[in-house]
Structures are given as C-alpha cells and as structure tokens.
C-alpha cells in the first residue's frame, strides 16, 4: 500500500468533512499533515489522531540557527522522505503553495485540490495569485470541484490537461434513504455555515415572502457562523419567529434524520462583494441523494448538481422573489416536490457520490506517483 500525505489548515474542523473523508477513504496510508498551509503538526491515526510536531529530533535542533520556515519546510522534507511517501495531496491552493518546494526537493509528485475561496477570494488572489502561475507549471496535477472553477483556473494559467474535475460528492451510505417530499408537511431546510457565501439572510428573506401564500410552511436552518446572530434578529424584524428554526451544528446522522421529514432542501449562495465564491456545496448534492429537491442559485458548481426544473429549481443570485415563488410552489404542490425529489436522487446517485469522488481523486493521485 502506497504512504501518501494530505495536507490540511485544520485538523477537525466540523464544516470540512469532505477533507476528512480524503483522509479516511482514500486507499492508501494517508499522514495527515495540518496547522497552516506550510504544517506545523502530523498524524498517521486519522483526523482525530494525536497531533505530532514537525521537527522533534536531532536533526532539526541542529538547524535552530535556520530561519524557522526553513527549519520546517526541512522537517516537512525529512519526513516525506523517512516515510517514503509517494505523493502529496494539498487540500486548497495556497497548501500547495507552500509545500511546492519542499514537495521539489523530495521529488514526490503534488497534487493540489482547490475548493472554493482559494481560486476566487480578492485576499487570496492578493497574497497567493501571483505565485498560482508557478505552482500551475510544476504541480503534477491539479483538482477542481466544479465546471466553472476549471474554467477559473485555466484563467489564473492553469494548463487545460492539468486540471481535473470532480465534486466532493455525498455519502450515499448515510444519504440512501428516498425521503418522500410529497407525503411530509412543507418544511423548507437548510445547512450549512452561516457565512457570506451561502447568504442565509437572503434565504431568510426569500422564504418570508413564500409564508404569505403558504402559511404552514415552516424554515429550519442548522449550522454556525458570523451571520447566525443577524439571522436571528432579521428573523425576529420580519415577524417570523413562529415558523423559523436555528438548530446551531449538528451530525450528519443528525442531517440525514432532519433531511427525511422535509419538503425541499434551500440555499442562496451568492458571490460576495470581495468575489468568494463556493466549490460545489456537498449539502445541495446530499439533498439530492435523499430524495430532496432543491432550490438555490446558479453559482458556482451548483448548476452542474442541480438541473433546473427536473431535480429542483435555480434562480439567478440575488433573486429573492424568484426563491420565493419556487418555495410557494412546493410547499403547496407536494407531488411536484416528490417527482423533482425522485429524480435529484437518480441524478445524483449516477454521478456525483462520495465513492465515485474518492475513486477519481485516487486515479489523479495514483497515476501521479506512476509517472
């Protein structure tokens, strides 16, 4: 079995499961490096495992009189080798900025797995676009999670045959059970941080119109962020307490339960004004799966997971009217909303689940160490 590194800011972070599985699916004895884009901790027992420093032997302390990035970049270099690891996998852009040397002077293959933020957001492009153009050039390969980020990356000067698409995916294991939309109450959902991105006040804002012609509908949002306090207090402006739920973080146990006794699944992502941009959100894909439709934008990836008018409904970003009229629609047509819903399951369980994810991004990785 090959030793393969992947190399993470975060090493538990509750909204970046689809990293977490990278480490826990691939079929390959992963060391999961994290703490910054250039790491600063390792552990081979998994996400969870007992974080380990970079550098803790002889060696290093004879380096202290280096710079200490170079102290590390040379611990990160020493390691790579004493493992024979075979390739390294650096989840967003700017990890594969910072191990691309150390990546060269170990000559193992790097592959570089952008996400969102990492290919679009202005701080970003400020601080690592310039050097995007280099690591294009040299990285061995480079993976996209939607059609448009492709397109994005090839205007940053990615090379076209370098970069690989394929979306993150949902966990058909947990999300395999047909919820049936058009026997439950019309309950709306939505999960996910309550970040810029995914504009939950606009949600907010879209399903409040939708209660004027559907006065039994009712919203429950779960998930964290900088926005849930704004949420909450809009929520409470527009006189719709009653019919709005903020459930905080929960499982994906807890996710999936929430998910069967649901109508349609909600989201308005949105490019913000500093142009960050999403990926492919994983919760419109694991609606999807279970049988939801969705109704959401047309950013980012979400129109390669969402056909419009046969898995769900897309509006432009911005269009809250239009959310709305989707929202009244489905909450008083529940054959609609099952029809939409059996078919958003088919189309996502033909091409867009966990498995099929992990089984390309190992075809990337894998041929990468054979060249």
């Known amino acids: 079995m090959h030793h393969i590194a992947v190399v993470s800011t975060n090493q538990y972070k509750y909204s970046e499961t689809f990293i977490h599985r990278h480490v826990e699916m691939l079929p390959a004895k992963v060391h999961y490096f994290f703490d910054g884009y250039l790491p600063h901790h390792y552990t081979t027992k998994g996400v969870t495992g007992r974080a380990q420093p970079f550098g803790a032997n002889s060696l290093l302390r004879r380096l202290q009189l280096k710079p200490p990035k170079e102290r590390l970049q040379l611990a990160i270099q020493q390691y790579l080798l004493q493992h024979k690891i075979k390739a390294v996998l650096a989840e967003y852009g700017p990890s594969g900025v910072e191990m691309l040397p150390v990546c060269e002077a170990a000559n193992i293959p790097l592959i570089v797995h952008f996400h969102g933020y990492d290919a679009y957001r202005q701080d970003m492009m400020q601080t690592y676009g310039g050097q995007y153009p280099a690591l294009f ?12 980020m492709c397109q994005r990356l090839q205007d940053l000067g990615c090379p076209p045959h370098k970069i690989h698409h394929t979306a993150c995916g949902a966990d058909t294991d947990l999300f395999n059970t047909r919820c049936q939309p058009e026997n439950n109450p019309p309950l709306f959902v939505s999960v996910g ?32 962020g900088h926005l849930l306090e704004a949420c909450q207090i809009l929520a409470k402006a527009l006189q719709i ?40 959100p994983v919760s419109v894909m694991e609606a999807g799966a279970s049988g939801l439709p969705v109704i959401a934008t047309t950013h980012a990836g979400i129109p390669d997971v969402v056909i419009h008018r046969h898995t769900g409904f897309l509006v432009s970003e911005g269009n809250i009217t239009g959310m709305a009229a989707y ?45």
């Open 137 to 148: 050039n040299r990285a061995d390969a480079v993976v996209a999670v939607s059609k448009h």
């Open 241 to 280: 307490t009653h019919a709005v739920t903020f459930l905080g973080s929960i499982s994906h146990t807890q996710v999936m339960q929430l998910m069967q006794g649901a109508r349609a699944f909600v989201q308005h992502s949105v490019t913000t004004p500093q142009n960050d941009t999403e990926g492919t």
């Open 327 to 371: 929202m009244e629609r489905l909450a008083n047509e529940p054959g609609l909303a099952g029809a939409l819903g059996a078919a958003a399951a088919k189309h996502i369980g033909q091409h867009f689940t966990l498995q099929q994810h992990i089984d390309t991004l190992w075809e990337i990785v894998s041929g990468c160490i054979k060249k």
């Open 193 to 224: 941080r309550f970040a810029d991105t995914k504009a939950p006040h606009l949600t907010i804002l879209a399903f409040a119109q939708a209660l004027k012609l559907a006065p039994e509908a009712k919203l429950v949002m779960a998930g964290n």
